[in-house]
């Protein structure tokens, strides 16, 4: 049973998985040696640790000026959306207008 643990963590699945790069049939063999061994789980989480920290040692940092612009964005979209609903609201009024003198005016 040891050997088979062992020849599945030589075997680089659980590398491929932690990143995505598995297919079906690997995801499902990982999974499976995920939940039946707890050797594997904790190699697995090692990894997942490992790979957080050398995402967050060389993360770039985002711009000072980014969070502003998005902000503005933000804001002008939101402003677009009231516009539009205030003219929504004032286009259904005339067509209720227009159609009540239609029938006024009619009979």
Known sequence: MKEKIKLFLDSDLLESYLL???????TLQVERYLSMYPE????YEELQDNLETYAK?????????????????????????RNFYRMAVAASFAV????????????
């Not at 594997?40 to 190699?43: A, E, L, P, W």
């Not at 980014?66 to 933000?74: A, D, G, N, T, V």
Request: proline content about 2%.
């Open 40 to 43: 594997v789980r904790k190699t």
């Open 20 to 26: 995505g790069a598995t297919t079906t049939e690997e």
């Open 57 to 81: 040692m060389h993360a770039v940092k985002a711009p000072e000026a980014l969070k502003e612009r998005i902000l503005s964005s933000i804001n002008k979209e939101s402003n677009f959306k």
């Open 96 to 107: 209720l207008i227009s159609a009540g003198s239609s029938y006024f005016f009619w009979n």
